[in-house]
């Protein structure tokens, strides 16, 4: 199963692609294999 092993924002400004790519370079960091986006603000 899933585990949670924190949660990490960033800052999209306009653009979801770069989002993704920082989430998925923070969760990579952090040794998580997946991530989800459970919320989007600005």
Do not use: P, W, Y
Not at 8 to 32: F, P, R, V, Y
Request: charged fraction near 20%; hydrophobic fraction near 35%; aromatic fraction near 2%.
């Amino acid at each position: 199963g899933q585990q949670k092993v924190g949660t990490i924002s960033a800052n999209a400004g306009t653009n979801l692609g770069s989002l993704e790519e920082q989430l998925a370079q923070k969760a990579d960091e952090m040794g998580a294999k997946s991530f989800r986006i459970t919320s989007v603000t600005g």
